[in-house]
């Protein structure tokens, strides 16, 4: 008897958890759709414009998604010295040693076999920050900032949602760079990207903060996609007025 009511009680625990997470799952798809929605009015991601870029033009845009992606270690590091335990500093550096890319190329390496591709060599940029522009700064800068006025639980839900964008904005990525003409290892880097699982990783904790306080995760996830959209659109408008 005794037996039962604790599993019974087991199961309505179990039937909670599985709410929460279905709740959370519903709030993701509206918002995958919103995003994608929204990124599918940009003429970046129309190929049909993006084929008939300049060489200038695509010139820019290697020049300046360098610094949209190349400063994302700043987020990691802040998110790092913030973490609560090991187990969360671990995931961090996980992300870290992803983008080293083990016994394979870095990502730095990857995108550079993307530049090449265009006869480009960007490879100055790191140090010389010339295509840091003021629009991309300012789109690094808001997001160290949220993590510094977020708490953890917050902080951990802007990260999720970050990483969500892998698999959404890459697919939109990866059709504008065929669309350049580029092929073979010079698409590598997009589809590695891709395809990564770093949202999975975090999706554990993000039921955690869900269950803690929805609003947190629909805040963060709202200034994340909103943040990115807004800098998706400077970027389209200013390389197609180039
Ligand atoms: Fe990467
Ligand atoms: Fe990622």
Same mark, same amino acid.
């Not at 959370?24 to 919103?34: A, G, K, P, Y």
């Not at 820019?60 to 609560?84: D, E, V």
């Not at 900032?145 to 970050?162: I, R, T």
């Given at each position: 008897m005794h037996s039962n009511i604790e599993e019974g009680a087991v199961t309505a625990c179990d039937k909670t958890q599985d709410?929460?997470?279905?709740?959370?799952?519903? %709030? +993701?798809?509206?918002?995958?759709?919103?995003?994608?929605? $929204?990124?599918? @009015?940009l003429d970046l991601f129309n190929p049909s414009i993006t084929a008939q870029y300049t060489d200038d033009q695509?010139?820019?845009?290697?020049?300046?998604?360098?610094?949209?992606?190349?400063?994302?270690?700043? %987020? +990691?590091?802040?998110?790092?010295?913030?973490?609560?335990? $090991?187990?969360? @500093?671990?995931?961090?550096?996980?992300?870290?040693?992803?983008e080293f890319g083990g016994d394979s190329p870095s990502h730095?390496?990857?995108?550079?076999?993307?530049?090449?591709?265009?006869?480009?060599?960007?490879t100055d940029e790191f140090l010389t920050e010339k295509n840091h522009l003021p629009f991309i700064k300012e789109f690094n800068l808001?997001?160290?900032?949220?993590?510094?006025?977020?708490?953890?639980?917050?902080?951990?839900?802007?990260?999720?949602?970050?990483e969500r964008l892998d698999n959404i904005d890459y697919a939109n990525l990866l059709g504008l760079a065929r669309s350049f003409g580029v092929t073979g290892h010079g698409l590598t880097f997009y589809i590695i990207h891709n395809k990564a699982d770093h949202f999975d990783r975090t999706y554990q904790n993000l039921?955690?903060?869900?269950?803690l306080d929805q609003y947190k995760v629909k805040e963060a996830f709202g200034f994340i996609g909103s943040h990115q959209i807004n800098m998706w659109k400077i970027l389209s408008d200013t390389i197609q007025k180039r």
């Open positions: 709410d929460y997470s279905q709740s959370l799952r519903d %709030f +993701l798809t509206s918002w995958d759709l919103e995003y994608k929605g $929204k990124t599918k @009015k695509k010139e820019y845009f290697a020049r300046t998604f360098y610094h949209i992606r190349g400063h994302f270690y700043k %987020f +990691l590091w802040m998110l790092g010295n913030n973490a609560p335990n $090991k187990e969360l @500093k671990n995931q961090i550096l996980y992300n870290i040693e992803e730095e390496e990857l995108y550079f076999e993307f530049t090449k591709a265009l006869k480009l060599d960007i808001k997001h160290l900032e949220w993590l510094k006025d977020n708490d953890w639980p917050g902080k951990w839900a802007a990260f999720s949602a970050y039921v955690e903060v869900w269950k």
